[in-house]
């Protein structure tokens, strides 16, 4: 009560801007109090108003405050912008909610908007304006602003300029191009943005006329209504323009906007029309310390507006990984070839490593040199449709996401599920298995080679030292390799980014049909060229950034002292089978050889885990898997291993 008197003698409607909105913020502060008890905050609302209504000379001082307040600053702001990025874009957004999180606000302010993020910055405030009931509030009205007896109140007025603006807003983003021209043909036909205006004014008129009747002011906030939900009906057929031609996260973000502004007049409107005027609107103003909170977060923003790009990857990951994933004996071998075929390849991008290092370039043009060594074999494995295994678990991971967002509930789904695990797990020990075991032949051999040809063997023998020892074991090599687990996964994501962006921008079309392409190639030329690059846009991103990833992120990591490298399983076999070429059959007598040689299987466990375990639970987020009893799928692979466990290594004979 004492801090209660000393606010009221600080009350001064003659004040200052920043000194009167100062007031304000402390008074609300003294009523949240030590922010515990939502009826504690309540109550000293009560006390507050009692307090004034027992000093009548406190009344006109703050009525006179009020009315100051209100006239100084633009309430509509609060009702129509708050929540809403300035300029319906994403990076400027961004750039917004950082401004707000990191600089501080200032109480000088005309802006309803600032002064509301000052005054009511706590979650804590949405839950005791919400408990507020009608009779605290109603006394609220009668000390700060009573109704004007010969028409509307100054807040119905505010109400209505808010649904005005907003209306205008949502009237230019509908017509924006980029939006209207993915609508579909039905939605554009309709027109429902045409009329919004003029049913906005309808309902001004009939709100304002001191004439009309309670019947018409209804029939008016209907058809807006109507005309609101006609709008974000045509919106929504933009969803299925992305489904078929790409998806742009900035897009997303207008549609996002629009949809809460439609949600906005949608509550201006309840507001207006309410029988308890006092009630909807602390509902309201408690609605708005939620989005304020919302407001600080850029994690927020972001997981919001990518979430259906990222469904998106996980879609077309999945369909690329359905390829990877082996039923039949037939397609097992294949594998296995494909695979053996990768090693082959993988045993040249070994010694070319090797070579360049020997060039001792500068850290970032060798490591720039390594990946596009890295990037050239993965692109050339690409288009001879061979296979490196650490590649697949990105792809496979969102199949086996899809696969279990329709699991059901019966024990046949369950075990068709195991299934799909027994091929997986088999196909990536295939995989594994034929790089590794072709990659070691390959490169004694390419080593015996260059040493009949040059008489030198391929590389050094303290270079043969080094590798064995920088693979050991207890050193950071699994560390390393789960980092590359990380990479492999980066590599996908840089792989459905680039072919969204390739559908969304039609290049494919542009390649086919440009007059200044089909001049060039010629028509037919430029149609081969332009189905080529849509196939396959999607495996040359995923090659080429993870070949660049593994030569330049050691080198960026080591010029800021990060020490990283990292540990591709079979490129690490490769090096062990150079060394050992180099040291010749005395490297059996070594224990260095054997520590390095009992990192290669974790190396390899941890780049296919980390890699299908962060796919497979981004695949799990943006497909909206949940509900999952995983204890019945733990225990029928259990099951399964017990009673097949050689289903888990090779096709059974019975596979159709």
């Not at 209306?167 to 554009?188: N, W």
């Not at 709008?231 to 973000?253: P, Q, W």
């Not at 043969?464 to 996964?489: E, Y």
């Not at 692979?637 to 090779?650: G, H, K, M, Q, T």
Request: aromatic content about 8%; hydrophobic content about 50%; some cysteine.
């Amino acid at each position: 009560m004492k801090d209660l008197t000393a606010l009221l003698a600080e009350l001064d409607p003659q004040a200052s801007l920043a000194h009167r909105h100062l007031w304000l913020i402390r008074l609300l502060d003294w009523v949240r109090g030590q922010r515990d008890s939502v009826p504690a905050a309540v109550g000293r609302v009560r006390l507050f108003l009692d307090a004034v209504e027992a000093r009548p000379d406190i009344q006109p001082r703050l009525q006179a405050w009020w009315a100051t307040l209100v006239e100084h600053v633009d309430i509509t702001t609060l009702l129509t912008d708050f929540g809403f990025a300035p300029r319906t874009a994403l990076v400027s957004e961004i750039g917004q909610r950082l401004r707000t999180k990191l600089l501080p606000g200032s109480p000088e302010t005309i802006d309803a908007g600032e002064l509301f993020m000052l005054a009511l910055p706590s979650a804590f405030d949405a839950q005791w304006l919400a408990a507020l009931e009608e009779e605290p509030l109603q006394r609220v009205v009668a000390l700060l602003a009573p109704h004007d007896a010969d028409g509307p109140s100054r807040w119905h007025r505010a109400l209505l300029d808010a649904i005005t603006y907003c209306a205008g807003q949502i009237l230019s983003t509908g017509f924006a191009p980029e939006l209207r021209l993915r609508m579909s043909e039905s939605a554009r036909e309709a027109q429902p943005f045409h009329a919004l205006i003029r049913d906005v004014e309808s309902l001004r008129v009939e709100a304002l006329h001191p004439l009309r009747t309670p019947d018409r002011l209804n029939e008016a906030a209907q058809r807006l209504r109507e005309r609101l939900e006609a709008c974000r009906a045509a919106t929504a057929t933009v969803y299925t323009h992305f489904e078929d031609n790409g998806i742009s996260v900035g897009l997303v973000f207008l549609l996002r906007q629009l949809r809460e502004r439609i949600l906005r007049v949608r509550e201006l409107l309840d507001c207006l029309l309410s029988p308890q005027p006092a009630v909807t609107a602390a509902r309201l103003l408690a609605r708005l310390v939620r989005v304020g909170q919302e407001q600080r977060s850029v994690r927020a923003l972001l997981a919001s507006n990518s979430s259906l790009l990222a469904a998106k990857v996980a879609e077309r990951s999945a369909e690329t990984g359905e390829h990877y994933i082996t039923r039949t004996g037939a397609e097992y071998r294949a594998m296995v070839r494909k695979a053996a075929g990768g090693g082959a390849l993988m045993a040249f991008t070994t010694l070319a490593k090797f070579a360049l290092h020997a060039l001792a370039l500068s850290a970032f043009w060798g490591g720039f040199m390594a990946g596009v060594n890295y990037a050239v074999t993965f692109v050339l494995i690409q288009l001879l449709h061979l296979t490196v295994a650490t590649k697949q678990p990105a792809m496979t991971a969102p199949a086996m996401a899809a696969k279990l967002k329709d699991l059901g509930s019966g024990n046949d789904g369950v075990q068709a599920f195991v299934d799909e695990i027994t091929h997986l797990v088999r196909t990536q020990v295939a995989a594994v298995l034929g790089n590794v075991l072709v990659v070691i032949p390959a490169v004694l051999a390419l080593a015996a080679l260059i040493a009949l040809a040059t008489g030198h063997p391929a590389i050094s023998e303290r270079e043969a030292r080094h590798v064995l020892a920088s693979l050991h074991l207890l050193g950071p090599s699994l560390f390393f390799a789960a980092f590359t687990g990380v990479l492999l996964f980066a590599s996908s994501i840089v792989a459905g980014w680039v072919e969204n962006w390739f559908v969304l921008h039609r290049l494919d079309s542009a390649l086919h049909y440009n007059p200044r392409i089909t001049g060039l190639l010629g028509a037919p030329r430029a149609a081969r060229w332009a189905r080529f690059l849509r196939e396959h846009i999607s495996g040359f991103a995923a090659n080429i950034s993870l070949g660049f990833m593994l030569g330049l992120v050691p080198a960026f990591a080591g010029f800021f002292g990060l020490g990283l490298d990292v540990r591709h399983v079979t490129l690490s076999t490769g090096q062990v089978a150079a060394a050992s070429a180099t040291l010749g059959l005395d490297v059996l007598h070594q224990s260095a050889f054997w520590w390095a040689v009992a990192s290669l299987p974790l190396v390899g466990a941890l780049n296919v885990s980390v890699s299908f375990y962060l796919a497979f639970r981004l695949a799990l987020r943006a497909q909206n898997v949940s509900g999952v009893d995983r204890s019945r799928i733990y225990a029928a692979i259990r099951s399964r291993a017990r009673r097949a466990p050689l289903s888990f290594f090779v096709p059974g004979r019975n596979a159709a």
